[in-house]
């Protein structure tokens, strides 16, 4: 049986083009989350007026890899110290939060920010959500496998490829053979 969990780290080209690699991932699909306007488009998210995050839903097989093993790749694929923004992306859109689907999440999530931020208590502190479930909205078709079908294009190439290879490299062991 599959399981489900919500990540934004910011855009959702580069989280689902991350999780897509991971073993045991079965399905990523980007979408919307955590605002208040009912079946948002892009561009209404990226007027930052809707409250909605870019997030991504992803399907798993808890027996290949676990929601803390998620997580980990989470918080390591994007900075989560940084408050509505990645990068150049700026805005409440881009945030980092975590849309827990079950309450065991959302103890496990929680818990997993309290502990990174104890373990560098002078440091830059986590500034993640994390959220109850809430409705996930799908994305338009054109965001679906962006990365895949635009490599060549500069965001991806500027953006999405480093943080691939940073994937890539501390987190081999987790990554699909074909990944």
Same mark, same amino acid.
């Given at each position: 049986?599959?399981?489900? !969990? &919500? ?18 991932? &079965? ?25 909605? !995050?870019?997030? &991504? ?18 918080? !390591? ?20 939060? &975590? ?17 990174? %931020?104890?373990?560098?208590? %002078? ?22 496998? +962006? +990365? ?23 987190? !081999? ?7």
């Amino acid at each position: 049986m599959t399981q489900t !969990a &919500i990540f934004g780290g910011g855009c959702f080209w580069c989280t689902e083009a991350v999780f897509k690699m991971i073993k045991g991932v &079965i399905a990523v699909e980007p979408g919307y989350a955590a605002g208040r306007t009912e079946n948002p488009t892009y561009l209404q998210v990226c007027s930052g007026e809707t409250g909605h !995050a870019e997030v &991504i839903k992803i399907e798993y097989d808890p027996t290949l890899v676990s929601f803390h093993t998620l997580l980990t790749v989470f918080f !390591a694929s994007h900075d989560p110290t940084t408050l509505n923004r990645q990068g150049n992306d700026i805005g409440t859109q881009y945030r980092s939060i &975590i849309v827990a689907e079950t309450e065991e999440q959302e103890k496990e999530a929680k818990q997993f920010v309290t502990d990174l %931020n104890n373990s560098n208590p %002078n440091g830059s502190q986590i500034t993640t959500e994390v959220v109850p479930k809430t409705t996930f909205y799908e994305a338009e078709q054109s965001h679906k496998d +962006y +990365y895949e079908r635009n490599k060549t294009q500069g965001y991806c190439q500027v953006v999405i490829n480093p943080k691939l290879e940073k994937v890539q490299k501390e987190f !081999a062991a987790l990554l699909k053979a074909n990944g």
